[in-house]
């Protein structure tokens, strides 16, 4: 079991960074394959970064491509996301996730992970 709290988010102008904490208790993160997913208001929860166990794979939704970035530092068990560039369609709840998959294939689908934060809302303000 491992247990996953966010942090990090808050409220940026348009154009603006942030950078969201992912850090993990229980297992060691190395573990687990993590990923970021984000979720607005009636609508399904999306993929954003995902990131291998070892770091050596990522992968990104194509909105967030070049703009976002996913790093892990298994030393301190956390993983994070630097978001560059933010506009208002990145308005939404984050949440950090963490997969068993064992294959370095970065899964994409909420039903690839069995461990969830509570989220941080990032607000981008125009």
């Known amino acids: 079991q491992v247990q996953l709290a966010e942090s990090g988010g808050g409220l940026v102008q348009a154009g603006g960074s942030l950078r969201l904490s992912c850090a993990a208790s229980?297992?060691?993160?190395?573990?687990?394959?993590m990923g970021w997913f984000r979720q607005t208001p009636g609508k399904e929860r999306e993929f954003v970064a995902g990131i291998s166990r070892t770091g050596g794979s990522t992968r990104y939704a194509d909105s967030v491509k070049g703009r976002f970035t996913i790093s892990r530092d298994n030393a301190k068990n956390t993983v994070y996301l630097q978001m560059n560039s933010l506009n208002s369609e990145d308005t939404a709840v984050y949440y950090c996730?963490?997969?068993?998959?064992?294959?370095?294939?970065?899964?994409?689908?909420?039903?690839?992970?069995?461990?969830w934060g509570q989220g941080t809302l990032v607000t981008v303000s125009i």
């Open positions: 996730a963490a997969s068993t998959a064992t294959l370095p294939i970065v899964r994409i689908t909420t039903s690839g992970y069995g461990y």
């Open positions: 229980g297992r060691t993160s190395s573990t687990y394959m």
